[in-house]
Structures are given as C-alpha cells and as structure tokens.
C-alpha cells in the first residue's frame, strides 16, 4: 500500500487493522561516470513499494536526500547536515505515530544514513514511542553477493550497478563500466588505515572517480536476482515485526525503586 496514492479514508482503515510502515530512504550523490544520482533512493523505493505490495503494509513516500558531504567533490551530490537528518527523519516518524502507527522499518540502501537512523531509532524506542528499525538491502544478503561478484565494493560497484540495470537500464551508461572499474579502485579497508587510524574524510581521498568495485561483472540478470533475495528478506522481516507484541519491543524499566513491595502489599491482603 503506497500512502501516496491512497484516499484518507483508505488509510484510517488501514490504522484500524495494522500499525507498522515502510519508510524508504537513499541518497542523491554520485555513482561515477556509470549510474544516475539517485541509485540509492531508486534501489530504497522500489524494494520498499515492492515488500508493501506483497504483504499490504504502509510505505512511505522515499526521503532522497541524506547524510552525503563526504561525496561533496563530485558534481550534483546533495546533502543535509547529519542533524538536519535526524531531527526531519525523527519528525516523519512521530507523525505517523500520530496516525496510529507503532514500527517503523526504514528501508536504507545509503551508507551514510545508517547511524543517524540507528539513533533516531533509539530516541523512539527510549520514550516508547514507537519501534524503529534500519534495514541495509545489501547487509541482508551478503553470501548471494560474495557468490555473484570478485569485487562488489562499497559504493557505485557492480552491485548497485546490476540492481540499477534490473530496476531503469535506461539510466545505466554500459559504455562507461570499464572507466568506472579503471578509474575507481577495488576497495581495501586496510588502505585507509595508517597505524591503525582512519585518515579520510572524503570519497574522493580514496577513489579519483568515487566508486570502487568492478562494474563490468554486472548484469540485468544478476540485479533481479540480487533484488528478489533482498525482497524476500525485507518481507520477512515486515511479518516477523508485525507478529510481535508492541510491549516486548519496548525497553523493560531498569530499577524497580521499591523492589518486592508489591509482592508484600499483596500478602497483607
């Protein structure tokens, strides 16, 4: 169900029966000379549309922008500030609490949102207002991607290249998958390190062109295998969420400031 296209009455009928949401959240930023900007908020929207279409459940229209200065190098990356992120994801979330909902699934395919979820999850779930939780499409299934490709890469690799090609092939320059893999870099982690400190800050420090990965292992085929193991995992996890009652996701008080008192009151009885 995709609030956007749905009448009020629709949805207050929906708030009746259920009370969790999908909200899809990606990124406008580079990835390379090879795929559109919006790859994150693409590949985030249309498995979120994808899992509420088979299960029923809310989603959300996507948020496009998120936490992405360290891409700021590269022509037409958007970004807000991490608090800005924050404090908007947290304002989102309370209003459809107003309406009844009480889980939160924020689909994610942007690295750099993924703390910043993780705390406003942990501001919801402190004051018991509702459960959110982070979802990494890629984190989801990462055996079927060491199985698919050599070198995946972090950011703008083959990956997110086979998913864009299964999702808009339109928007995929295929003429341009070799200069990504020649101008980027395979990623080694330990490359940014020096004497055990990480010593970038940016995307660019770290790849000329900004991606990382080889790109040419992508295909169509690979991206709607990738995308139908990642919707099976998102579907899972909107079921398994939706079975547990409200009151065993919510933190359990920490000091009993009269411990066994109720137990005594009730023996006088």
């Not at 800005?84 to 750099?112: K, M, W």
């Not at 509702?130 to 199985?147: F, H, K, Q, R």
């Not at 698919?148 to 928007?171: D, N, Q, R, S, Y």
Request: aromatic share 8%.
């Amino acid at each position: 169900m995709y609030l956007p296209h749905q009448r009020w009455p629709e949805l207050g009928e929906y708030v009746a029966n259920e009370s969790l949401a999908v909200v899809p959240l990606g990124s406008t930023e580079q990835h390379g000379p090879h795929l559109p900007e919006g790859t994150d908020h693409m590949i985030a929207e249309a498995l979120a549309r994808e899992a509420s279409e088979r299960t029923g459940y809310l989603c959300t229209p996507p948020i496009t922008v998120g936490v992405s200065s360290h891409h700021r190098q590269f022509h037409g990356t958007m970004w807000v500030e991490p608090s800005v992120f924050r404090d908007y994801v947290e304002s989102l979330s309370r209003n459809l609490t107003y309406h009844g909902i009480d889980r939160i699934v924020y689909v994610n395919a942007h690295g750099g949102n993924v703390a910043h979820l993780r705390e406003v999850g942990q501001r919801l779930h402190d004051d018991g207002t509702a459960y959110a939780i982070e979802w990494m499409w890629d984190e989801s299934i990462p055996e079927l991607i060491e199985e698919v490709f050599e070198t995946p890469g972090p950011h703008g690799g083959p990956k997110e290249t086979a998913m864009i090609m299964h999702l808009a092939e339109e928007l995929v320059r295929e003429d341009r998958l070799e200069d990504a893999r020649d101008g980027g870099v395979t990623f080694d982690a330990d490359a940014a390190r020096v004497h055990g400190a990480t010593t970038f800050y940016d995307c660019i420090d770290n790849s000329p062109n900004g991606v990382f990965g080889d790109q040419t292992d992508a295909t169509p085929e690979i991206g709607a295998e990738l995308f139908e193991a990642a919707t099976e995992q998102l579907v899972s996890l909107l079921e398994w969420l939706d079975e547990q009652p409200f009151a065993d996701l919510m933190p359990d008080p920490h000091v009993d400031p009269q411990p066994g008192s109720g137990r005594e009151r009730d023996g006088a009885r």
